[in-house]
């Protein structure tokens, strides 16, 4: 099989699953040589589950032969980041504290994806602890654009799996960014769905009120086709929105942008961002334009209190869903992780007060925001392509990793839904992304910008020489 087919977007290989001129045997065989020649290199993969994958493909085949073909995602070999539970391979959320974990049930996101007929590959690496630095025993992934460069955090493997050909797409979980950042670092599309509009069942926590998961693919008409299996209701997750699904699939295949009003607040973000960035976001600006959208001047709402109350109340969530663990166990966990247990565990009930008062400040203020424009479009990061020294350069937490995230930290406080498509690259060859911010429950709209503007552009169809 062709390397073009492995790094193709797995919707365009539809037509020729329906009618069998390529089989989820062939497909799954592919991936699995793939994974064996290029990830002991690239670290994406936390547990290759070859077997599984196998017989998943081979009851497949005879599905797709036999006319029960399931939809887009029927025969296709994918991955999810090793944060969401799955009964028949280990999940280990990044720590070797967990070694061992004693998995009751599926989360509710890889069982409706298996439902659809996806073929899961393994499990993805992440971050310890879904937080920003991998365990001391894991070894990290490696952009494959550039080893020197950042894979952004923490659904690290799963950006560099899709973007490398080594699995058709992968699920993410995003609490301050890291469905977007990955895609944004390795040049992919992810999306942050809105919060409660897909079943956290099943996923293990870092801040159970900013967590959020989602697709990471190589085209917008595939997160879409993947958010349609994992949206909607959850008997087994009091907070998975009743609102109605849309058809998000039939929104990417629309594409349109025409007569949408995108606000953007540039001075907002020429005081954060570096000029690289700004450059590759003015030419989203043009396309959109020329694909007819109102692109109108806004005031973004000022972040900072609530960047200062993300950190508090991501610091206090995760000392909670960490409190059977630690500090019991402390001597097994990274510094890094330890350090923000510590701090969640040091925090006040006034701190944690103040912090919700400003979440709902600035819920308020987007909402106003919202009354006047369709989409946001911001940048995925501050600086073009990050190297790991300048990550290295950041400083001690919180501000460090606050320093990396003001363009979506604050679209996890206020739930709304991103999605991070590739728009440049900076001069390193390392991928650039913007984002896209809609009113809640309007992914559909952002799959409709979103393919609109893939369809006006070719950056998200640039693969890494392995």
């Known amino acids: 099989m062709s390397a073009s087919r492995a790094t193709a977007s797995f919707t365009s290989l539809s037509a020729e699953l329906r009618v069998r001129a390529v089989s989820p045997v062939d497909l799954v065989e592919d991936m699995l040589s793939r994974i064996d020649v290029h990830d002991s290199r690239l670290n ?37 980041k090793d944060v969401f539970y799955t009964t028949d391979m280990p999940t280990r959320f990044g720590s070797p504290v967990h070694d061992g974990f004693d998995v009751q049930f599926e989360s ?28 001391p025993s894991t070894v990290p992934p490696v952009n494959p654009f550039g080893a020197a460069h950042w894979t952004g955090t923490s659904s690290s493997g799963s950006g560099v799996a899709v973007t490398a050909g080594l699995a058709y797409g992968a699920l993410g979980t995003d609490t301050g960014g890291s469905i977007r950042l990955p895609s944004a670092c390795c040049g992919i599309v992810g999306i942050k769905p809105t919060w409660g509009r897909v079943s956290r069942h099943g996923v293990f926590e ?18 879409a086709a993947m958010l349609a299996a994992i949206a909607g209701p959850d008997p087994a997750d009091p907070t998975a929105s009743p609102v ?16 949408l009003v995108v606000g953007i607040d540039w001075g907002f973000l020429r005081s954060r961002a570096d000029d690289t960035v700004l450059a590759s976001i003015a030419e989203v600006v043009e396309v959109l334009a020329r694909l ?8 973004f709402p000022d ?28 001597d097994e966990y990274g510094p890094r992780m330890a350090g923000l247990l510590d701090r969640g565990a040091g925090h006040s009930a006034a701190d944690l007060a103040i912090a919700y008062q400003d979440r709902r400040a600035f819920n308020g203020r987007m909402a106003t925001l919202f009354d006047g424009i369709d989409l946001l479009l911001m940048p995925g990061l501050p600086v073009a392509g990050p190297s790991l020294d300048y990550m290295a350069s950041l400083g001690e937490d919180p501000a460090g990793i606050l320093a990396i995230g003001p363009f979506t930290a604050p679209f996890d406080v206020c739930g709304y839904p991103a999605i991070s498509l590739p728009c ?22 952002l ?20």
């Open 108 to 135: 509710t996101a890889t069982a409706r994806l298996r439902a659809a007929g996806a073929i899961l590959l393994g499990k993805l690496t992440l971050t310890e602890g879904v937080y920003a630095d991998h365990h």
């Open 44 to 80: 994406s993969y936390a547990h290759v589950a070859g077997e599984i994958a196998r017989a998943e493909a081979r009851r497949a085949e005879t599905e797709i032969a036999q006319g029960r073909r399931l939809g887009p995602l029927h025969g296709i070999p994918i991955a999810v």
């Open 292 to 299: 007819e959208a109102r692109i109108v001047e806004v005031s």
């Open 244 to 259: 109605p699904v849309p058809d998000y699939v039939e929104a990417a295949a629309e594409g349109s942008v025409e007569g």
């Open 206 to 223: 870092l801040a159970g009120s900013l967590d959020h998961v989602g697709p990471m693919t190589r085209s917008v008409a595939d997160a």
């Open 447 to 466: 799959c409709r910008a979103g393919a609109a503007f893939q369809r006006a552009t070719d950056w998200h169809e640039r693969r890494p020489k392995l």
């Open 424 to 445: 440049g690259m900076s001069r390193q060859g390392i991928p650039i992304g913007c984002q896209l911010v809609a009113r809640p429950f309007a992914e559909d709209r």
């Open 303 to 330: 972040p900072d209190a609530v960047l200062e109350g993300w950190a508090v109340q991501c610091a206090v969530e995760a000392a909670l869903a960490h409190r059977a663990t630690f500090p019991a166990r402390r």
